[in-house]
């Protein structure tokens, strides 16, 4: 079993800043990719990035690339998301997940066996 913790979400105006972490406990050995997606009102969720636990090699959405970067600092089980020159469209619940096993589909959610309760980002001003 792993658990996934979400933090970081709020209210950013537009242009502006913020980073999302994931906190992960339980089988954190078990972990081969840990993800970020998102879901916006009304419609269906999205991936955002994605990185390997053992390498760190990322992928991103064409949507995000340039503006966000996910890392993660394995002495602590935590992921990040940062967000830079957010726009209102970045506007959902943001969530993390885990994938214990190699998966190919990065941006396919059901290549992930865990996930958070997801953290409302909210770009406006």
């Known amino acids: 079993q792993v658990q996934l913790v979400e933090s970081g979400g709020g209210l950013v105006q537009p242009g502006g800043s913020l980073r999302l972490s994931c906190a992960a406990s339980?089988?954190?050995?078990?972990?081969?990719?840990m993800g970020w997606f998102r879901q916006a009102p009304g419609k269906e969720r999205e991936f955002a990035a994605s990185i390997r636990w053992g390498r760190g090699v990322t992928y991103y959405a064409d949507s995000v690339k340039g503006r966000f970067t996910i890392s993660r600092d394995n002495a602590k089980n935590t992921v990040y998301l940062q967000m830079n020159s957010l726009k209102p469209e970045d506007t959902a619940v943001y969530y993390c997940?885990?994938?214990?096993?190699?998966?190919?589909?990065?941006?396919?959610?059901?290549?992930?066996?865990?996930w958070g309760q997801g953290t409302q980002v909210t770009v406006s001003s």
């Open positions: 997940a885990a994938a214990l096993r190699p998966i190919a589909a990065m941006s396919n959610p059901r290549s992930y066996d865990y």
């Open positions: 339980g089988s954190i050995f078990s972990i081969n990719t």
